[in-house]
């Protein structure tokens, strides 16, 4: 499923936060954004989520207009909000409870694939903080939704930790091609992921360049020590430190 926004406009009050912001997203394409703090990524999901409405422009899932309407994308936030009275398997199948009936026979795969078979009783106050953010992307991908979108999922974790989620995060997508619109401040964790990123000027944010990477899949990180990764880095951080330092 294909996501598009067009000329989206957003204000808090006086405040304007999104000015003009059109993207895209296509079917199976794994696209970043990064962005200084508080220009309105977060915002940006509240959008495409429908829990609140821009002042203009639309945001289409395949083609259709969708302004508004909750329930049509998956979506894993910055800190995993697992319940604590629910076990590992429940939790999973949270989405999915409110939708239909939950496929546990496909719970309990995912959780075999993300190392996390023995702990499908555990509560979350049992786990670490990789394997929560295991947990709440398994839950945003057993919701059935074609988009997900993914809010700084690994900002807290430490970098070797991080650095296996990202390649699971890879090999997981790659086998199943959904769509995914995330958002990172970390110029390497854009580029080792996404097939493209787009640069969010301070607020009120309009798309200040659209990168294509170029790095071939599947991606290990070798790729990190690559002069290509590098010099495309350099460039990135040119942009993000003109907005931070205007
Ligand atoms: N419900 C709201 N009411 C009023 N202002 C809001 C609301 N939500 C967000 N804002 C304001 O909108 C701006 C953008 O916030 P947002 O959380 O979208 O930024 P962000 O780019 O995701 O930041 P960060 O990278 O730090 O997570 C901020 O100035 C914030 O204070």
């Not at 999104?18 to 394409?29: A, C, H, S, Y």
């Not at 075999?112 to 499908?120: I, N, R, T």
């Not at 970390?186 to 990123?197: M, N, T, Y």
């Not at 200040?208 to 495309?232: G, W």
Request: charged share 25%; glycine share 6%; proline share 5%.
């Amino acid at each position: 499923m294909s996501l598009a926004i067009h000329q989206l406009h957003k204000s808090f009050g006086e405040r304007p936060v999104l000015e003009d912001i059109n993207l895209q997203v296509e079917n199976g394409e794994f696209v970043a954004i990064l962005g200084p703090s508080g220009s309105g990524k977060s915002t940006l999901f509240q959008l495409i989520g429908g829990l609140v409405l821009p002042e203009s422009g639309t945001i289409e899932l395949n083609g259709e207009a969708v302004n508004g309407k909750k329930g049509l994308i998956g979506y894993m936030p910055q800190t995993p909000s697992l319940f604590p009275w629910r076990t590992v398997l429940e939790n999973v199948v949270l989405a999915a409870e409110l939708k239909e009936k939950p496929d546990y026979q496909e719970a309990r795969r995912l959780l075999q694939k993300a190392g996390l078979a023995d702990y499908e009783n555990a509560y979350p106050n049992e786990l670490s903080g990789g394997m929560k953010q295991r947990v709440s992307f398994i839950r945003a991908l057993l919701s059935n939704q074609d988009v997900l979108c993914l809010d700084e999922p690994f900002s807290a974790l430490d970098e070797f930790t991080k650095l296996t989620m990202q390649k699971w995060l890879l090999s997981i997508w790659e086998a199943n091609r959904k769509s995914i619109l995330f958002i990172t401040h970390s110029i390497d964790e854009a580029l080792f992921l996404a097939d493209r990123v787009y640069i969010f000027s301070k607020r009120p944010a309009h798309i200040k360049a659209e990168i294509k990477v170029p790095f071939s899949r599947p991606r290990d990180e070798n790729l990190l020590e690559t002069t290509e990764f590098f010099q495309l880095k350099q460039q990135i951080f040119k942009y993000l430190k003109e907005e931070i330092s205007e």
